[in-house]
Structures are given as C-alpha cells and as structure tokens.
C-alpha cells in the first residue's frame, strides 16, 4: 500500500461558493490575513465567486493567503458566452481552480470528459487544478464508493502526466456529507483517500501518488479538522460552510496535528 509518508504541504481551501460581494470578499481576507499572519507550514487559499477574484487577489497580496477560483474553462479565448478562461484567471494572480465540483456535475452537467479538459487547461497556464470526486449517497448505500471514486479520478488524471502529479490537487467530497452537517468519520474518509492515493500510484507511479495532495470536504468544522488531518493521507480540506466564517474558518486552518498534541 502506497501511503502518505512523503513530506507534502497541508492544504486549506475555502470554497465560497455563491457568497460573499467583491468588497465583502477582500475585507474577509484582510481579517484573516491578519489573523494568521505568516503561516509557514501550511497553504490557505480562498476561492471566491470570479466577480470578487480580482479584489481578493489584491487584498491577498504579499499575505500567506492564495486566491482560487470556482471553475474554469479549457480554452484560452473564443465563443463561449458566460464562461472564464484560464488565460484570464492567471492574469488576475488566481493560483488554482476546482474543477468538477458535485454542484457543477449536479446543476450545470459538467462531465468526466469536461474535467479532465479543464484540469489539462489548469496546467497549462500555471493553474493549481483541485480536482473533486465523491459519491452520492444513493451510491454510497448501494456500495458504489469505490467505484464512482475510481472512475471520477481515472477522468480526472487522464491528460495529466507522471511528472505533473505534484502539481494536481485531488479533492474528495462525498456528496451526501457537503452542506448536510454529516461528515465521513476520519477514518471512513481516510479509507477513500488511501484508496485515491493507490490508484494514482496505477497510473501515473509511487513518486506521483507520492507527491499528490488529496483533501477532504464535506461539513468540514472547527469541531471535525484536527481527527481528519491526523489521518496519514488527508492533506488538507475543502470548506464550504465553515469558510464564510472568520472565527471558524480560522480555527479550521490552525489545525493541530497529531505530532503536535
């Protein structure tokens, strides 16, 4: 079993969704990057709607604190009514972008096949892609998991090259725990992750799977972070709730680890 013994950075990202105007959004960062000051051991970002990207990039500036956006399209420019290329997120100073969200899949028919195109497209200009799988929880009960997770990275990986895996993100949602209050137990969460990181290893080798960082979402809360970020291959989180809240989604990103308690 590949596990998570090679040195990788925590990750915390919070995942506004539709919340939160563009000035509501740069005074949330400047709170919080006053709040956290100089955080050394682990990375934050924020993923703000794309009309407060470009002041959250501002106010973010020379903090600990990354911007990312929601979505992304996979080309660089054209007719394309509505949507925002990879091109224009990196010229704003976004760092990364998720891709392939459950409420993206649910509500505007994203595909595996869209995925995997707009995660080539983050590559190629300098985008961190965070990649998102998950079951929901008619899968779940009917003991799909693996198999809807598989499938969901397999898509996700599949333009994705050996030596880029470090630069891939893979967030795993299940979808019955996101904005539901229930959340896989960090060990339930962990099992599925472990079971990521395997797979990456099939396909793309150890160093990959090694090397890729794997968060968890689904109600993550000051109450839940510190079980879920002692698992060995839980690198991180992806908030939603719990980051439109400054007390708590500060609390979420001074996660204490196992070794430190």
Same mark, same amino acid.
């Not at 970002?45 to 990207?53: E, I, K, N, S």
């Not at 809807?148 to 299940?174: D, I, S, T």
């Given at each position: 079993?590949?596990?998570?013994?090679?040195?990788?950075?925590?990750?915390?990202? *919070?995942?506004?969704?539709?919340?939160?105007?563009?000035?509501?959004? +740069?005074?949330? @960062?400047?709170?919080?990057? !006053?709040?956290? *000051?100089?955080? +050394?051991?682990?990375?934050?970002?924020?993923?703000?709607?794309?009309?407060?990207? #470009?002041? =959250?990039?501002?106010?973010?500036?020379?903090? !600990?604190?990354?911007? /990312?956006?929601?979505?992304?399209?996979?080309?660089?420019?054209? /007719?394309?009514?509505?949507?925002?290329?990879?091109?224009?997120?990196?010229?704003?100073?976004?760092?990364? !972008?998720?891709?392939?969200?459950?409420?993206?899949?649910?509500?505007?028919?994203?595909?595996?096949?869209?995925?995997?195109?707009?995660?080539? +497209? #983050?590559?190629?200009?300098?985008?961190?892609?965070? +990649? !998102?799988?998950?079951?929901?929880?008619?899968?779940?009960? %009917?003991?799909?998991?693996?198999?809807?997770?598989?499938?969901?990275?397999?898509? %996700?990986? /599949?333009? @994705?090259?050996?030596?880029?895996?470090?630069?891939? @993100? @893979?967030?795993?949602?299940?979808?019955?725990?996101?904005?539901?209050?229930?959340?896989?137990?960090?060990?339930?969460?962990?099992?599925?992750?472990?079971?990521?990181?395997?797979?990456?290893?099939?396909?793309?080798?150890? =160093?990959? /799977?090694?090397?890729?960082?794997?968060?968890?979402?689904?109600?993550?809360?000051?109450?839940?972070?510190?079980?879920?970020?002692?698992?060995?291959?839980?690198?991180?989180?992806?908030?939603?709730? #719990?980051?439109?809240?400054?007390? %708590?989604?500060?609390?979420?990103?001074?996660?204490?680890?196992?070794?430190?308690?």
């Amino acid at each position: 079993m590949v596990m998570g013994t090679s040195p990788r950075v925590p990750l915390v990202v *919070g995942n506004w969704k539709m919340h939160k105007t563009s000035s509501e959004g +740069a005074a949330f @960062v400047r709170d919080l990057a !006053c709040r956290l *000051g100089q955080v +050394a051991d682990r990375e934050v970002m924020v993923a703000p709607p794309f009309t407060g990207l #470009a002041e =959250a990039v501002r106010a973010a500036d020379g903090t !600990c604190i990354g911007v /990312a956006a929601q979505d992304v399209f996979w080309e660089k420019e054209g /007719a394309f009514t509505g949507e925002i290329s990879p091109l224009m997120l990196s010229s704003l100073g976004v760092k990364a !972008c998720i891709i392939g969200h459950s409420e993206r899949r649910k509500y505007f028919g994203e595909t595996d096949e869209w995925v995997a195109k707009k995660v080539r +497209a #983050a590559l190629d200009w300098n985008l961190m892609p965070i +990649a !998102c799988v998950g079951e929901d929880e008619g899968q779940r009960d %009917a003991g799909l998991t693996r198999e809807v997770v598989v499938g969901q990275l397999e898509a %996700a990986l /599949a333009l @994705v090259k050996a030596w880029e895996a470090r630069q891939v @993100v @893979v967030a795993y949602e299940p979808v019955w725990a996101i904005g539901t209050g229930r959340t896989a137990t960090p060990e339930a969460a962990q099992e599925v992750i472990g079971v990521i990181r395997e797979r990456v290893s099939d396909l793309l080798g150890e =160093a990959a /799977a090694l090397g890729v960082r794997v968060l968890y979402g689904g109600s993550v809360t000051p109450q839940n972070i510190d079980g879920l970020m002692a698992q060995p291959d839980i690198d991180g989180v992806l908030v939603g709730g #719990a980051s439109l809240d400054i007390d %708590a989604f500060a609390r979420i990103v001074r996660f204490v680890c196992a070794s430190e308690t």
